[in-house]
């Protein structure tokens, strides 16, 4: 049962990232998240929220179309733990530092002579459309998001299962 709820959280969370970061996500959301203000932190919650939901969507459907009952509280735990985590990510300010990693050593020189980090000019490649920042953004989601709301779904769903054993 176990193996089941995490390829299915899995499989729903991968496919709900797509349709809540590509195809829910509006221009304004996108043009304003990393926005450190007012407006910018509302449309990053907004974004935030409407992901964590199309996601959620996806993996029940994934669930029903199995037929795995999957407590709601596993679902919620592993929806709370990816929107959160998700905001993170897009909020820019964590890539933009993990980015910077190495920085100071020999080997991260750019063609002037600066020092940079490990990642630093990939983070910057390009100002919009597909560059680095997407590119290590969707990394993120992928390496890190994902596979957090999935362990949320299933230890939540082992602890549910266990309560209603006693």
Request: some cysteine.
């Amino acid at each position: 049962m176990r193996s089941s709820i995490v390829t299915l959280s899995a499989l729903g969370s991968l496919f709900g990232h797509h349709g809540g970061d590509y195809l829910v996500q509006d221009d304004c959301m996108a043009a304003h998240k990393q926005q450190h203000t007012p407006r910018g932190r509302r449309e990053l919650a907004l974004h935030a929220g409407t992901y964590a939901a199309t996601q959620a969507a996806t993996k029940a459907l994934f669930y029903r179309a199995a037929g795995v009952r999957v407590p709601l509280l596993a679902q919620v735990a592993g929806a709370v733990v990816e929107g959160v985590l998700h905001a993170v990510i897009d909020d820019g300010r964590l890539l933009e530092r993990f980015s910077r990693l190495g920085r100071g050593r020999g080997r991260f020189i750019d063609q002037w002579g600066e020092v940079l980090g490990r990642q630093e000019r990939f983070h910057g490649l390009a100002s919009s459309g597909v560059n680095g920042r997407m590119l290590m953004d969707q990394a993120a989601h992928h390496q890190v998001q994902i596979p957090a709301g999935v362990l949320a779904t299933v230890a939540v769903a082992a602890w549910v299962g266990r309560k209603r054993c006693r």
